[in-house]
């Protein structure tokens, strides 16, 4: 089977541009999160779709959004960028309706976002 | 002070050393998650707990839901234990998935 894939691994944007990311998540699974990793705030949860609906979302700002289509595909976008976002941006899918909370989560390799 | 603390930050060992890793967490919650990850960015989910205790391989997770806090055990550790191990803890009153800053650990040869 599988495994998670994100697309693209690496992005480098600028400053005001916006940048959408790829989830695929293994197949069957419903439940895909998503989840931001930097060296000074570390792992921070982003969001969790489930069914296409977003069921939980994390303490960031509204330019950070995203979506998920029928086939349990999911997108997160960021708008107007800033220096700040630069990071790693890390998908995961599970596959009980538990979602990540209650269930083994399996990890996408990540894409490293660099905005100038 | 983090809702999630983790200690020590950074570990070094031996060889075949029993090592701990420990999470500490302020908040209630429901559920407990270890993860791993390597150089290079890779994650690997290794445990979820909402009590007791679970055993992988060499690996042995416990929780003490009253103390609020969590260990990561590893036994006989080998040099491609050498990781990052992160706590999470997901608080279900407040549907919450808070992360630990991660204990670096390298294992010699």
């Known amino acids: 089977k599988a495994g998670v894939t994100q697309t693209p691994r690496y992005l480098i944007k600028t400053r005001g541009q916006q940048v959408t990311l790829s989830c695929s998540p293994i197949?069957?699974?419903?439940?895909v999160s998503w989840y931001q990793q930097t060296p000074g705030q570390g792992l921070q949860f982003l969001f969790e779709y489930f069914s296409e609906t977003q069921r939980n979302k994390g303490n960031f700002p509204g330019r950070f959004s995203g979506r998920q289509f029928s086939n349990s595909r999911s997108e997160m976008n960021v708008s107007t960028l800033e220096l700040g976002d630069s990071a790693l941006y890390l998908c995961?899918?599970?596959?009980?309706?538990?979602?990540?909370?209650?269930?083994?989560?399996?990890f996408g390799p990540g894409t490293r976002l660099t905005v100038l | 002070k983090n809702e999630v603390e983790q200690s020590p930050q950074n570990l070094t060992a031996q060889e075949g050393e029993f090592i701990t890793i420990n999470c500490s967490y302020s908040?209630?919650?429901?559920?407990l998650h270890w993860l791993q990850q390597h150089p290079g960015g890779g994650i690997v989910s290794l445990f979820m707990l909402s009590s007791g205790k679970k055993k992988h391989g060499r690996l042995i997770a416990t929780i003490n839901i009253q103390e609020k806090h969590s260990s990561l055990h590893i036994t006989a550790s080998h040099p491609r234990d050498s990781a990052v191990y992160i706590c999470a803890a997901y608080g279900g009153a407040t549907n919450k998935l808070i992360f630990g800053t991660g204990t670096l650990l390298a294992v010699q040869p």
């Open positions: 197949s069957g699974h419903r439940s």
């Open positions: 908040v209630g919650i429901s559920a």
């Open positions: 995961a899918s599970s596959l009980g309706s538990g979602g990540p909370y209650y269930n083994e989560q399996f």
